[in-house]
């Protein structure tokens, strides 16, 4: 099994213990209403779109840091995660992958 590196170990840590110290109150609440609040929580800590160009406002990981903050957010709070997921690798993810610099400046975060 390989090792995290010492910035994976970290943000899997932040990540947990921001879980558990903002989410794990309503966790299992939404009933498949999206959690804007703990969205919101989490792009404040700068954890959405981290698997996006830093030029649009990701930090330029790699979607295995992207699942190992899915993972950690998952484990109190799954339907964080579920939305997280979709944030990181579905559509924003294609448009930062494939979109052209005009579709990625304007749906991108900056």
Not at 4 to 16: G, H
């Amino acid at each position: 099994m390989a090792s995290l590196t010492d910035e994976q170990q970290m943000l899997l840590e932040t990540a947990a213990d921001l879980a558990e110290n903002e989410f794990a109150d309503t966790a299992y609440e939404w009933q498949g209403e999206t959690p804007w609040e703990n969205l919101e929580t989490l792009a404040d800590h700068g954890f959405l779109g981290i698997n996006f160009d830093e030029e649009y406002g990701g930090a330029g990981m790699s979607e295995f840091e992207a699942m190992l903050l899915n993972e950690a957010i998952g484990r109190v709070c799954p339907d964080t995660a579920s939305f997280l997921n979709s944030l990181h690798m579905v559509a924003p993810r294609a448009i930062d992958m494939f979109g052209t610099p005009e579709a990625k400046k304007k749906y991108l975060p900056h």
